[in-house]
T-cell receptor
């Protein structure tokens, strides 16, 4: 079945540091790829997405590129802020045309001043 | 505000009790899902619906029922609560494939 492997956390960074959270996946067909963010005590919010190979999703300074050849969708940000402290989830859809998502276990990021 | 509304936010049940978690969306989304979130497990799909009158099982459906009588509402019923159902439950909806889900704020359920 479909699966997602996310970089294990927790990850602790100093403010303005560079962030990478690795994500690789297996999925049927040609999935769309998503990153969600969950702030403490809240539900998940869509952070960014990419729907085809080599697409780059971006939002709030975060970026991720759809790498079909390596089945990866790594999340990056050049300079993190304290307000980026949250749990990040990688989630491919279950193949082309599917609306179901398979979630990774999440990576908790803590940014310290 | 448009979005997904879940009630209640918190609930404590005794083993064997039943209850319904409510979920409503006002975005006219066809697809809705219920997930549970447990520490270190990510989110796991319980049930989903592709439209009014159509539901199907996800990864962990045992002990839960759903119905979808309208596009807006997708309640989740716990038939006989067990401590293993202690979790945070999220309802989510999407207009279609590749567009991403909008999540509710969650229901934190404790079964004692």
């Amino acid at each position: 079945g479909d699966s997602v492997t996310q970089m294990e956390g927790p990850v602790t960074l100093s403010e303005e540091a560079f962030l990478t959270i690795n994500c690789t996946y297996t999925a049927t067909g040609y999935p769309s790829l998503f990153w969600y963010v969950q702030y403490p005590g809240e539900g998940l919010q869509l952070l960014l997405k990419a729907t085809k190979a080599d697409d780059k999703g971006s939002n709030k300074g975060f970026e991720a590129t759809y790498r079909k050849e390596t089945t990866s969708f790594h999340l990056e940000k050049g300079s993190v802020q304290v307000s980026d402290s949250a749990v990040y989830f990688c989630a491919p859809s279950s193949g082309a045309g599917s609306y179901q998502l398979t979630f990774g276990k999440g990576t908790k990021l803590s940014v310290i001043p | 505000n448009a979005g997904v509304t879940q009630t209640p936010k918190f609930q404590v049940l005794k083993t064997g009790q039943s209850m319904t978690l409510q979920c409503a969306q006002d975005m006219n989304h066809e697809y809705m899902s219920w997930y549970r979130q447990d520490p270190g497990m990510g989110l796991r799909l319980i049930h989903y619906s592709v439209g009014a009158g159509i539901t199907d099982q996800g990864e962990v459906p045992n002990g839960y029922n759903v119905s979808r009588s309208t596009t807006e509402d997708f309640p989740l019923r716990l038939l006989s609560a067990a401590p293993s159902q202690t979790s945070v439950y999220f309802c989510a909806s999407t207009p279609g494939s590749g567009l991403g889900y909008t999540f509710g704020s969650g229901t934190r359920l404790t079964v004692v």
